[in-house]
């Protein structure tokens, strides 16, 4: 099995399958995202520790295969992380799909979310995979409307 056969596996795996997909009672903020491209729609809710780290998160929404397994792989890398952290992550992935990498200090270890960076070969997919982060960013940035990818 070559590394793309892997990487197909675990999408298809977190789209059949998706962690964290639920409501979260008593959520800290919360954020819509569509991405009409593709006509991919989540909904991220998180709960915030006074630090701002995220002790809790969930998404709900439906969209593709691709968009679901981001959602799901999104909310499994952050949850227990600083808001440094989270940025960290995020502008590391956000890099690596839009083939603008990150260098030096700010590149972190992405994890199960390098199986999304295939995506790149695919221009009108990284929507579909960028969708959740855009929107966790307005939920942890409280920016109240829904927000899209154009
Ligand atoms: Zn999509």
Redesign the pocket.
Known sequence: MDLSDLYQELILDHNRSPRNRRHLENASRSAMGY?P????KVKIEVMLDEQGKIIDIAFEGS?????TASASLMTEAVKGKTPEEVKAIHDTFHGEVTEMPVEGNGRVELGKLVALTGVRKYPA?V???T?AWHTLKAALDQVGDTVTTE
């Open positions: 991405n491209l593709c006509g991919d969209g593709c295969a691709i968009s997919r929507k579909c995979a969708l």
